[in-house]
């Protein structure tokens, strides 16, 4: 771990010989800023979430559920492998109880693809549901967002609602179907966002759809659906957790990201970190620092895995909001490009760098470098994660996070950093370029980054320890 230490230093002396071309070194919410005129930073910030209903065995309801919406023709969403699982006959004997008449679609993907899409929304449109039920982890929720999305606007091209700049970025107006959302892994938060990831292959780069119009009416957690996740996926659901918590609470905050939208409608779903998304997200780093090691060490652990699924939808109900920024914007290259990689626990016959994963690998050298910013705010959070802060070093900020983080991964038996899972550093080009579109989180960095500071800190992360 010294090596990685050093890595991470090598780093920070790189970025020191630059200025800091941050806005604002404050992060309080102490003052009201004024009215901005348009084209100046935002003023004001929106909460947006699913319902939730949290219980074991709640999974039941959603037959009354869908009785209630006056459902008359079902689409219910999953994949092959939870197709055969409990979760799933969970579900269908709940709408079969209640009468309710569905049609499976079980060809979802995992890691969704602009085809994989495509498919789906197909499917959608010749179905003409009035209600859907997704039942998995983020890949099933986000393909049944979008498929919902692009039936209730039939003549929508698929770039018109896909984040600018590779799609259009367009608001949606148009109204959609119900949408209860059933997540059977305790990581992406799905089930409370308006947000839709997947590969746009033509580019190896991941994007999506970002609108609080998409989420899911109803949000079901139920802890059930967790016992039975092997090992490395409670892993890397947890890390996305983890990262989704980190992210939106060291992010550019509201009043700080520009432009000011001329419309509420055109409002971001990522506005920048604030006072109602710090709570969860500080919440949710609690959990995942109490409970994410007893979750993926013992299948058994109950107490731990329904607790880890509650922080899933924590953490989603902050980045919902607040937004992500570097490990995310970083990710999407990573799992875009992946080569041979297959993970353990993954029954899919493609290679993988499973979404967790591919956020994490970075995190140690993206926040010993967003550190130089609000040091406080991850001094504290490596404090959260088991770090002694009582005779730190404000400016050490960020390598005490950093080599926290570091520790917490070698714990868990992660992968050491890009190079073992089949990166190097001739690499390093298409992975920077991966990067540059993902504006949309990126820019909520607390601070801005050049091609070089992108190169250095995938540079940093080829090896952890």
């Known amino acids: 771990m010294a090596a990685g230490r050093e890595r991470v230093s090598r780093l920070l002396r790189q970025l020191e010989r630059a200025a800091c071309r941050c806005p604002s070194h404050g992060h309080t919410y102490s003052q009201v800023p004024e009215r901005p005129t348009l084209g100046s930073t935002d003023y004001a910030f929106e909460m947006a979430i699913s319902n939730i209903r949290y219980g074991e065995g709640v999974t039941k309801e959603i037959g009354m559920d869908l ?40 060809n979802v993907r995992v890691e969704p693809t602009d085809q994989s899409f495509l498919d789906a929304i197909q499917f959608a449109k010749k179905g003409e549901f009035d209600a859907y039920v997704a039942v998995g982890g983020g890949s099933v929720m986000d393909t049944c967002k979008a498929a919902n ?13 896909v984040n600018a700049p ?107 970190s604030n006072p109602v998304s710090d709570v969860w997200a500080l919440h949710a780093l609690r959990i995942v620092a109490k409970y994410l090691k007893r979750a993926i060490r013992n299948p058994e652990d109950r ?71 609000h040091p406080e705010r991850h001094l504290e959070a490596a404090e959260i994660l088991g770090a002694d802060i009582r005779t730190a070093r404000i400016k050490d900020a960020g390598l005490i996070l950093a080599d926290t983080l570091r520790k917490f991964l070698f714990d868990l038996n992660v992968d050491d950093g890009l190079a073992a899972i089949g990166y190097s550093k001739a690499d390093i080009p298409a992975l920077v370029k991966g990067t540059l579109p993902q504006e949309r989180v990126t820019k909520l960095s607390p601070c801005p980054q050049t091609e070089e500071d992108l190169s250095a800190l995938f540079e940093a992360s080829m090896k952890l320890y």
Do not use: W
């Open 166 to 272: 590779i799609g259009k970025g367009k608001p949606v107006t148009v109204p959609l179907k119900p949408l209860i959302a059933v997540p059977t892994t305790s990581g992406t938060g799905s089930e409370t966002t308006g947000v839709a990831i997947f590969d746009f292959k033509e580019l190896k780069v991941k994007t999506g759809i970002a609108s609080r119009a998409i989420k899911p009416t109803l949000g079901i957690i139920d802890p059930l659906h967790t016992l039975s996740m092997p090992e490395r996926i409670v892993a890397n659901s947890g890390f996305d957790v983890l990262c989704h918590a980190l992210e939106s609470y060291t992010a550019l905050p509201y009043h700080q990201r520009s432009p000011c939208p001329s419309n509420p409608i055109e409002r971001p779903a990522y506005q920048g």
């Open 67 to 106: 009785q209630n919406l006056g459902a008359r023709r079902v689409c219910l969403m999953t994949d092959k492998n939870l197709s055969k699982l409990p979760p799933v006959n969970a579900v269908l004997n709940s709408l079969t109880k209640c009468g309710i008449n569905f049609q499976i679609y079980d």
């Open 149 to 161: 999305l692009y039936a209730a606007s039939p003549s929508a091209e698929f770039l018109d609602y």
């Open 303 to 373: 107490e731990a895995r329904a607790n880890m699924h509650l922080a899933s939808a924590f953490a989603g109900i902050g980045f919902g909001n607040a937004g992500v920024h570097l490990c995310h914007g970083m990710s999407y290259p990573i799992s875009g490009l992946v080569k041979t990689y297959k993970p353990k626990d993954y029954n899919v016959d493609h290679s993988l760098v499973p979404h967790g994963l591919s956020v994490v690998l970075t995190s140690p050298a993206v926040f010993a470098f967003t550190a130089q910013i």
